[in-house]
């Protein structure tokens, strides 16, 4: 878990050097909620360093002017609800940060998912995934720089995609599981043929895979989310497997729904396929 | 009622009902409730009786897919797609059902996975 938190340091930085100040209130307030919230319900007080990797991970997905108090709501969401709550310490049966994230988009659409985010620095642009008349395509060296409007984890792009390789560097995380899942979301988006709303108002979001790697959440969901080794199956077949349905989940909602992103939501229904993939995969021997 | 809450509320009833054999049968309500909009105010009532004729023991799951409100068939032929779908999931979730902390087992670990689940399949709707 230290190593995550590691791992996670660089797109924090990056997140609070291109949010400023609300950026740091944002993540201040989920980390010390998730904190307060974990010693709670383990009744000690102590680091606790999977709440902090939650509330950090939960923290990248809001939009660089989320006010502090969704961060520290979604953060108390994550803890309570998604690892306590949602099945407990160990046994928890959804990805707690994505889980947080999608109870929030029900409770205020409006701040978690519009599709006009407000950018750093105040100005209110559409997201480079919105399927919106009046979209623009945004460069790739923009989206790759985080120069555009978006969550925190969009910031710095190459930041998650340094803190995630250094992750497959240690073996702390199984560099497959996302290979597959950037390989399913490559292949999703070279080949799918472009929806109504893509060929009417965002065509150069069809047949382009960089684009749809480096924005949105996918590189956040493939190296943090996808790799809980808690919410994803036992075998490795599985796991290629729970990868790229995730994967093509991302790209289906992606081409033919209004939804400019629904990474996390594909993580969730990635995580209700596990017991099925486990059903599947795990051989029979193993079980009896 | 909404196509949605309807099948999520049919799929949350499904789980506290001993489970037929044909119990994907069910899944034929949404589009008998549609067969009978012409009937007027018989609507109701005769997709309801259908709905109950077609899975007897599958009833109250039934009777929710029913009560949905659907614009055409290919909106109630979705609704049974995703009933069935999230039916199958749930029941595929059973055995992690038992291995939560006690204090969850039971009906709590089964309405929250149906909730997740009802927003994580969200964008379905839109397709």
């Not at chain 1, 480096?214 to 996808?226: D, I, N, Q, R």
């Not at chain 2, 609704?79 to 902390?101: C, I």
Request: hydrophobic share 60%.
């Amino acid at each position: 878990m230290a190593q995550v938190l590691i791992a996670l340091a660089p797109a924090l930085i990056a997140a609070v050097v291109r949010g400023g100040v609300t950026a740091a209130a944002s993540l201040a307030a989920a980390l010390s909620v998730a904190w307060g919230v974990q010693c709670f319900f383990l009744r000690r007080a102590a680091f606790h360093e999977s709440a902090l990797v939650t509330a950090a991970i939960f923290a990248l997905t809001l939009p660089a002017t989320a006010p502090w108090w969704l961060s520290a709501l979604g953060a108390a969401i994550a803890v309570s609800l998604g690892k306590h709550l949602g099945g407990g310490a160990g046994n928890s049966l959804f990805n707690s940060a994505a889980l947080a994230r999608a109870v929030l988009m029900g409770l205020a659409p409006g701040l978690l998912f519009a599709p006009r985010w407000p950018a750093a620095d105040g100005i209110t642009a559409a997201s480079p995934l919105a399927k919106e008349v009046d979209s623009v395509a945004t460069p790739l060296l923009d989206l790759l720089l985080g120069q555009h409007p978006g969550s925190l984890a969009e910031a710095a792009p190459l930041a998650v995609l340094a803190g995630g390789l250094f992750l497959v560097a240690v073996r702390a995380i199984e560099g497959r599981v996302p290979l597959v899942y950037f390989a399913t979301v490559s292949l999703f988006a070279l080949f799918l043929p472009a929806g109504d709303r893509i060929a009417g108002h965002a065509p150069w979001l069809a047949h382009n895979a960089l684009l749809h790697i480096a924005s949105g959440g996918v590189l956040l969901t493939g190296f943090f989310m996808l790799t809980d080794p808690v919410t994803a199956p036992f075998t490795p077949r599985g796991r290629m497997l729970f990868a790229a349905l995730a994967g093509a989940a991302t790209m289906l909602a992606r081409f033919y729904t209004p939804y400019p992103d629904a990474a996390v939501l594909a993580v969730l229904l990635a995580n209700a396929c596990v017991p099925a993939i486990d059903a599947r995969t795990i051989p029979r021997e193993a079980l009896s | 009622m909404k196509p949605w809450d309807a099948v999520f509320l049919a799929a949350a009833a499904g789980l506290f009902l001993q489970r037929p054999r044909a119990w994907w049968l069910a899944a034929a309500a949404p589009l008998l409730a549609l067969a009978a909009q012409p009937l007027g105010t018989f609507a109701g009532p005769a997709a309801a009786l259908a709905a109950v004729l077609v899975a007897p023991r599958f009833a109250p799951a039934a009777l929710l897919l029913a009560a949905g409100h659907y614009t055409g068939w290919a909106d109630a032929a979705r609704a049974s797609a995703v009933w069935l779908a999230v039916s199958a999931l749930l029941a595929s979730m059973e055995e992690r059902f038992e291995e939560v902390s006690p204090r969850l087992r039971g009906a709590p670990i089964r309405l929250f996975a149906t909730g997740v689940l009802y927003y994580a399949l969200l964008p379905v709707a839109y397709l």
